[in-house]
């Protein structure tokens, strides 16, 4: 039994929990601040996390040497987690929070599984295709029990199915990352590049979006804050540790514990009802995760 996954799975799932608060948080920015800004100041404030954890975890230390090429997976890594950032809240805030985080976070494990197949001829297990399948059908009834897929926008559904698929490159990108440098490292790489390409992209598209910020007072800061220091910088640190231990298909389909999440905090922050349909989804979550668990054990 592989036992060395543990430190993963448990690593992986305590980074779903953080990222479940994200849609909650955005709730509280204020529907005038747009959602362009909060995903590039996310990524911004997180690249400074992650400057902050190397210089005083790493300082001293040799530098690896670097590899040919690497280069390109920063690239390709930053500009997926730029595109999910960008997709994902702009979609959650037009699909809606349950619905959103259930398309982006549900249809991310299938692309993974998709591409890791492709890339590494090594698909998973038809245990693992069972238990996702189970935990996406969990979401997809949370969704559709708040009658989230009749009134969800189409732009917003199309914007968090390209979340998904942005969050599916990002994770087969990091964990070729992950051996190359430390978690906070490899993070810094990413996320500085995310940062420099979000950040431009939110003034074109929103350019009054910074003084729009400023307009929301001290709640508008700190709910940014706690989106880049906690939901971002914390998480990914988290997600990006758990990679060494799981393949990244198995890390994707531990994310659909944010949905289960995001879920408990629409019902007991922002008061959603909770129905039948809701509790139906929390059991197909939970055991499609337990046997998505046991397939990577």
């Known amino acids: 039994m592989k036992t060395s996954s543990w430190p993963g799975i448990v690593l992986a799932l305590s980074a779903a929990v953080l990222w479940g608060t994200t849609g909650t948080s955005q709730h ?36 690896r040497p670097r590899v040919p090429g690497l280069w390109r997976r920063q690239l390709l890594a930053g500009t997926a987690i730029a595109a999910y950032n960008l997709a994902f809240f702009a979609g959650v805030r037009l699909a809606g929070v349950a619905v959103g985080t259930t398309i982006a976070i549900g249809s991310g494990p299938l692309f993974a599984g998709a591409l890791q197949a492709l890339v590494t001829r090594r698909p998973p297990v038809a245990l693992w295709w069972l238990g996702t399948g189970l935990a996406i059908g969990g979401g997809a009834a949370i969704a559709l029990g708040n009658g989230g897929v ?10 968090c199915l390209s979340a998904g698929f942005s969050y599916a490159v990002y994770t ?18 990413v996320f ?15 350019p009054s979006g910074g003084v729009d910020l400023l307009a929301t007072g001290g709640r508008g800061w700190l709910v940014v804050a706690w989106l880049g220091v906690m939901a971002t910088g914390v998480a990914y640190l988290l997600f990006s540790s758990a990679l060494r231990f799981i393949s990244a298909a198995t890390g994707v389909a531990l994310a659909l514990g944010e949905p289960l999440t ?27 995760l337990a046997l998505v668990v046991r397939a990577e054990r």
């Open 28 to 63: 509280f920015a204020g529907a005038r601040l747009s959602s362009y800004w909060i995903g590039g100041l996310r990524l911004a404030i997180a690249a400074v996390f992650f400057a902050l954890l190397v210089g005083a975890t790493e300082r001293g230390r040799a530098a």
């Open 150 to 159: 009749a009134s969800a926008d189409l732009t917003g559904l199309a914007l």
């Open 172 to 189: 087969l990108t990091a964990k070729s990352l992950a051996t190359h440098a430390s978690p906070a490292r490899a993070s810094l790489w």
């Open 192 to 206: 500085g590049t995310a940062a420099v390409i979000a950040l431009p992209a939110a003034w074109l598209i929103a």
């Open 262 to 288: 995001a879920f408990a905090l629409a019902v007991l922050v922002l008061g959603e009802p909770l129905r039948a349909s809701g509790l139906a989804g929390i059991a197909l979550i939970l055991a499609g």
